[in-house]
């Protein structure tokens, strides 16, 4: 049974940063690729952010391009967002998930039904 267990979320004005963790655990988190989505009130679940097992690759979301960063370190088994810059439409409850298919193109790693596992959201408010 794999597990993702997210932290990092907050409250925190615009313009400021936050980092977001996700730890996945019962499986080798080396063979899987990550990512992660938002959903805010009243909206559907959007895709924010993707990293690849391999290389590894990165791919974001255009409302995020050049402010959110996605990192992950095989070590300490741990896939991050730091998200800087922040604005008011990033609030959303951010959900981590992972695959265990290698996820290179936007119609895979753009869609959340590539992805079979789920942290639970953690809630990040940006205030104006």
């Known amino acids: 049974q794999v597990q993702l267990v997210e932290s990092g979320g907050g409250l925190v004005q615009a313009g400021g940063s936050l980092r977001l963790s996700c730890a996945p655990s019962?499986?080798?988190?080396?063979?899987?690729?990550m990512g992660w989505f938002r959903q805010a009130p009243g909206k559907e679940r959007e895709f924010v952010s993707h990293i690849t097992w391999s290389g590894p690759n990165t791919y974001y979301a255009d409302s995020v391009k050049g402010r959110f960063t996605i990192s992950r370190y095989n070590a300490n088994n741990t896939v991050y967002l730091q998200m800087n810059s922040l604005k008011p439409e990033d609030t959303a409850v951010y959900y981590c998930?992972?695959?265990?298919?290698?996820?290179?193109?936007?119609?895979?790693?753009?869609?959340?039904?590539?992805?079979?596992?789920w942290g639970q959201g953690t809630q990040v408010t940006v205030s104006s």
């Open positions: 998930a992972a695959s265990t298919l290698e996820l290179n193109s936007e119609t895979q790693f753009g869609s959340r039904w590539a992805y079979i596992y």
């Open positions: 019962g499986h080798t988190f080396s063979n899987l690729s």
